[in-house]
């Protein structure tokens, strides 16, 4: 079987407000999807709440019935590269924190922006944060089981740490490759970072670059979102897969990169309640060759 014909699931980021299975279940069978991602925290605050265990083993019950994969988004403050020392504390705190709620849920990877240096000159000293706080996290995780970190480029801007798809072989190289580190490949991301994926080929050369920059087997999520914003903006701004810049020919090269094959595709699209997520699954798998 060629790469290409290798089934790629393909899902969202699910809502769990009132409840992780109660909300996320009935949205994995209103959009048909194949994978899912969840929050496990504020995704713009620093509480650590421990969880309902009764639905956390409904969820991963109802996960592991269905076949869909699962994945947790650290939550979006998460920045090991800061120049303030309680941020980075933070940070590492609520990686931990994820990490013990995704093995609770049965997630395979906890997604994690790669963050920033913010001050110039802090270049250096951010890489050696992320070093300190990530090997200690890299080691227990992969210790017990898993899920594995997954680190996610940035959309650029600012003093990110690794936002095209070059710059993560510095970051891992700051772990020492560390094999409990994955990688997140944001199309949107890369996007904002200068790839131009709209190009004819231009995602697929991105997606050979991230594949020489960290190896063939390091890539484990795919966020798929198409932007509302032009290449090298580094503004994260989704749209609809085939409704923004990017557009559907470059979703079609990513869905038969060999990279791919097997990977799951997330999307965290603009939804009205299912309804926006559910047309972009049927779109990505319409276009799975």
Wanted: include cysteine; hydrophobic fraction near 40%; charge should be negative.
């Amino acid at each position: 079987m060629s790469a290409s014909a290798v089934h790629r699931p393909v899902g969202s980021h699910t809502p769990t407000s009132g409840g992780l299975a109660k909300a996320a279940l009935p949205y994995v069978d209103a959009t048909g999807a194949e994978a899912v991602q969840v929050y496990v925290s504020n995704s713009r605050g620093w509480a650590l709440p421990a969880g309902d265990p009764a639905q956390d083993a409904l969820f991963r019950d109802g996960c592991a019935e269905r076949g869909v994969p699962v994945f947790v988004h650290a939550s979006l403050l998460v920045n090991l590269g800061s120049p303030t020392p309680a941020t980075v504390e933070r940070s590492a705190q609520t990686l931990a924190h994820a990490l013990r709620r995704g093995r609770a849920i049965g997630a395979l990877g906890v997604v994690f922006h790669a963050g920033s240096a913010v001050d110039t000159g802090h270049a250096d000293a951010a890489m050696r944060q992320v070093r300190e706080a990530l090997l200690p996290l890299l080691d227990e995780t992969l210790a017990a089981g898993g899920p594995l970190l997954l680190v996610e480029p940035s959309a650029g801007g600012g003093r990110s740490l690794a936002s095209r798809v070059e710059q993560l072989g510095p970051y891992l190289d700051a772990v020492d490759r560390h094999p409990g580190l994955g990688v997140c490949f944001d199309t949107c991301h890369a996007w904002a970072a200068g790839h131009d994926l709209a190009a004819e080929g231009g995602m697929t050369a991105c997606l050979d670059a991230l594949v020489a920059t960290v190896g063939p087997d390091r890539l484990r999520l795919v966020h798929a979102n198409d932007s509302k914003d032009l290449c090298g903006s580094t503004r994260d701004r989704h749209e609809n897969i085939g409704k923004g810049t990017i557009g559907e020919p470059a979703f079609a090269e990513l869905m038969a990169h060999p990279a791919t094959a097997g990977i799951p595709v997330v999307v965290e699209t603009p939804s009205e309640k299912h309804e926006g997520h559910a047309t972009d699954i049927a779109t990505l798998t319409r276009l799975h060759p």
